[in-house]
C-alpha cells in the first residue's frame, strides 16, 4: 500500500514538485498577511515569516523524502556517473564488456544444449523416472545393444522396480504427401509406451488393449504431423491415413512436447508373437523402456536387474560364456550418448574462459585505479563514506557486467542458432536447443556475478590506496600477479586441451577409407513393390544424367553404420574348438559398384551384369576376409556361406574402412544386389563432378514417381559425421583457448605497461646513475615473466589432470603427451615475452631529462 | 506572539496524531493545520513547517489523508487535506497508544 502510493506520487513527478513548492509559497504568504492583519509593515511582515518560516527549499527537501526512495535516488545518481565514466572510457569499456560478452554467451549457448541433452532431454517433462534397458554380450564387446522381445517380457516381469514397461521398434512407410512419395518415420509400439513417458494425448487416446489385434490398424499421430497434414484439425479423429498401401485409422495425437524418438510421426501398436517373446538373441531390435517404481531409485532398479541376470546366468551356462548382461541406463543418458562428456568439457572451458576473463578485466580496473586515486580521495574527504565509494565501485563494474552480459546473451542466441545447424548424428537432438529464461537468467546471473567478481578487488583497493600513501602500491602489484597467474593458467590448459583434440583428430583424419570419398553423393530410397525392373531402370538413368561419371546401387553404404553385421561359414571348413564364431559384415551391391567407390579388385572379376537373380550365386570378399581365412591358398572359386545359400566367391577386393576412420572393420564380403532382395530400401551411390543430389531425386522421380528419397549425403559429410561432435569440440576449444590466450597477453602487457608508467620517475634517475637500456628491459621483463612462469606451472599441473580425464574418458590421446606440453608452453613464453618486452623497451627509451620532470 | 516555546518541536511522534486529529474536525489546508495547532494548544505547540510538510507527505504516502486543490475564502488557491477512513481508523489506534503512554507516566509520576 504504502509502496504503491509512493510510487503513484512519484510517476507524477515534477508536477508533484511544483505543487509542493506552490503550497509551501502559500503557507509562506498566508503567514504574511496574518502578521499584516495584527499591524506589521509589509516589509516587516515578509522578514518575520521570512525568520520563522526558515529555510523553504529545506522543507520542501524534507518533504520530498517522504516519497522518494533516497537510497535508491542515490543508486541512480551513481548509475548515471557509472554511465558517464564507462562513456568517457570507450576502450576499457568494449575491452571489458566484450570479454565478459563472450563469456557468458559461450557459457549459455553450451549450458543451453547440456539442459536439452541431460538435464531435460528433448525437453519432455515426464522423463526423470524413466529406464532403459539394452543388452551387453562381452565376448563380442557389444554393449548397450537394442534387446530382443525376452528382455522386454523380464523387465515387464519386475513390478516390484517398475510400474510400467514398453518395447518400441522402429518403422518406416511410405507416405503419399499431396502426390509426392515420403518416407515417414515412426514407430511401433506396446500399448503402456505413452504411460511409461507419463504422456496425455493432446487429442483422442492413446493405445488400448484392443488395438492389440492384428487386423485393427490404429495409428497415433505426433502434434507436428496431425498440425502438417490435417491442419490441427479436431475431426480428424477417426480418420484414416495411409501408410506403405495399409489404412490406419486415427485414435489419437500426441502432445505437442512428446518429441521422442527424434524425427518420429506416428506410432502404431506393436505386436509381439510369442515366439518372439521367448527367443533370446533374435529379432533384436526393440528398445525397452521402463518407468519406475514411485520410491524405486535408479541405482536399486538396476540392483534388481542385475539379480536377476546373475540368477539368469547361474542357471543358463549358454550366456553366461558369451557374458550376457542387461544394462539399465536413466533415459537422459540413453538420448545423449556421447554427448554428453564433450559438452561439459566445452561448459567447463567456457567457464574457465569467463574466469580468465575476469581476472583480466580485473588486472584492466586495477590498472585505471592508479588514476583515480585522487578523485577517491577527494571524495573522502568531503564526506563522502566508505560503503558510499565501494557501492559506487562495485556499480560501476556490475554495470559492465551488465553490458557484456546482454551482449553475451545475444551472442549465445546466435551461437545457438547456429549450433544447430551443424551436422550431427544427434542433430535432431540438437534441433531442439533453444534459450529459455531459465538459461537468460542464468547467463545474466553470471554477468553480474563477473561484475562484482571483477570489481570487487579494485573497488577494495582503490579504497586503501586512497585513504593511505602510496605504499600500498605493493598490494596492488600482488593482485595483479595473481590476475596474470590466473590468466596464464587458464590459457594454457585451454590451448593445451585444444592441441591434444586437434592432434588426435589430424590423426584420424589422415587415415584413408580405402575408397575414393571425393565427389560420391549417395541416397537412399524404399524399393517399390510392383516394380522389377526398376533397379536396373534408375542405374541407367544415373549414369546418363549429365556430369555423372559413373553410378551404382548398394545396400548399405560405408559411414552408415556399416555393413550387415553376420555369421558365416566357409564351405568343407570346420571352426576349431573355442574358436568364436566367424563373423563378417555384407553389402549388396551393383556392377559399377567397385568402380564407382574406387576401390581396387585384387584379383578375380568383378561382379557383372551376367550375374542376374537367376544366375549362380557368387559374391566378393575383402583382403582382410581372403588372409584371415584363406592364407595360403587362392579364395578364388571357395563357397562362403551368410546370406541366402553358398555363394562362390569370384574375387578380392581391397579393405574398406566402412564405420569409423579409426576401427578396421570386420571380413566384408559383397553381394550382387539383384541375387540377394530381401530388402526394402537400397542406396544409390554416384561419383559426378557436380553436385549429385539433385541428379538423384531427378533420376529417382522420372524412373518411379512414388518412391521416396531419404538421407540423401556425400560422402565426405558421412564420414564427417562420424567424427561426430569431436569436430565441434576440437573448433569451439581452438577458439575459447585462442580468446583466453589473447586474454592472458593482454593482461600482462597492460599490467607491465603500467608499472613502466609509474615508474617513469625511477627509470630516468636509474639511467642518469648509468643504467644501461638492457638492464632496465631485464628488469621489468623479469618482473613480468616471474608472474607468468608461475601460471604456466599452476597450468601445466591443472593440465595433467585435465588430459588424464580426457585420455579415459572422450578420445584416445596419450596419456602424457610431453611435446604437446612443451612446444604449447614454448608458444605461450614466446607469446608472453613479447608482451613483457614490448613495454620494457619502451621503458629504456625514456629520455632522462623528461622522466625527471614527469609528474 | 506568546512566549516561545524554549523547544518548538514537538514530542516525537505525537506530531502525526496532531494532524490527524486537526483534519478530523475537517479538511484544511497547511497553514490553517498549523495555525490550529499553535492556537488551540494555547501557543504551546508551534508547528515548523519543516516538520508540518513532510508529515503531511507522509499521511499522503500512507494514505491516511488526501490532497486536493481548492480555493480558499480569500479566493486563493490552496491544497486542501482531507482525512480518508483508513486515516481515521489510524488516529483512534495513535490516541489509544498515546492514552496508554500518558496514563503509564501519570503513574511513573504518582508513584512517589
Redesign the interface.
Known sequence: ??LW??LL?RLRGGRLEA??N???L??R???E??FIRAGMTPRDAAQAAARQ????S???D??????SFPRFDAVLKDLRFACRLMLRNPLLTCAAALTVAFGVGANTAILSMLEIVLLNPLGMRHTDGVMVARVRIDKIQMRRAPDSGVEFREIQSMPDAFCAAAAMENRAWNYQNGGQATRLLGQAVTPDFFRVFGEDPALGRFFAPEDRQEDQHSVVLAYAMWQSQFGGDPSAIGRKIVLDDQPYSIVGVAAAEFLFPAGAQAWIPLVLSPARLQQRGMNMDLAVFARLRNGVSPAQAVGRVNRYVAGLLASTADLAKVGYGIELDRFAVYVAGDLRGPLWLLWAAALVVLLTGCANVAGLLLTRSASRRREIAIRLSVGATRWQIVRQLLLESLLLGMAGGVAGLCMAKLAVSLLTRVSLPGRQLLALVSLNHRLLLYGVALAMISGLLFGLVPALQLLRESQTSAMVRSRRRRFQDAFVTAQVAGAFVLVVTTVLLLRSLWAVQQIQPGFDPQHLTTAFFTKPKNDPGFQDRLQSALQASPGVESAALAYPVPFDGGGLTSGFSIRDRQRQPGEPEWHGEAYFVSPEYLRTMRIPLLRGRDISETDTAAAPLVCLIDRRLAERFFPNQDPIGQQISMYRDWARIVGVVGTVRATTLEEGSRPVVYYPLVQVPFFTQSAAVVRSGLSAAKTIREAVRRTNGSVPVFDVRTMQERIGESLGIRRILAALLSVFGGISLLLATIGLYGVIAQVVSERTQEIGIRMTLGAQPAQIVAQFARQGLRAGLFGLALGAVAAVYTQSWLASSLYHTQSLDVATFAAVAAGILLLLLAAVWWPSRKASKIDPQAALRYE | MGTPNPNPEILKGTLDMLVLKTLARGPN???GI??HIRRVSEEAFRV???????A???L????WAQAE?AVTE?N????VYKLTPAGRRRLAEEVREFDFLLAAIARVMESV
Do not use: C
Not at chain 1, 518560516?53 to 523553504?56: K, L
Not at chain 1, 524534507?62 to 516519497?67: A, G, I, K, L, Q
Not at chain 2, 515548523?48 to 513532510?54: A, D, Q, T, V
Not at chain 2, 499522503?60 to 494514505?63: A, E, I, P
Open positions: 500500500m504504502k502510493n509512493r506520487l505543487e509542493l506552490d503550497e509551501i502559500l503557507h504568504e498566508m503567514l498577511a496574518d518560516f526558515g529555510n523553504p529545506a522543507a520542501a524534507f518533504s520530498r523524502d517522504e516519497w | 489546508h497547511g497553514y498549523a495555525q515548523g513547517e519543516g516538520s508540518l510538510y513532510p503531511l507527505q507522509r499522503l504516502v500512507n494514505g486543490w480569500t486563493r488557491k490552496a491544497r
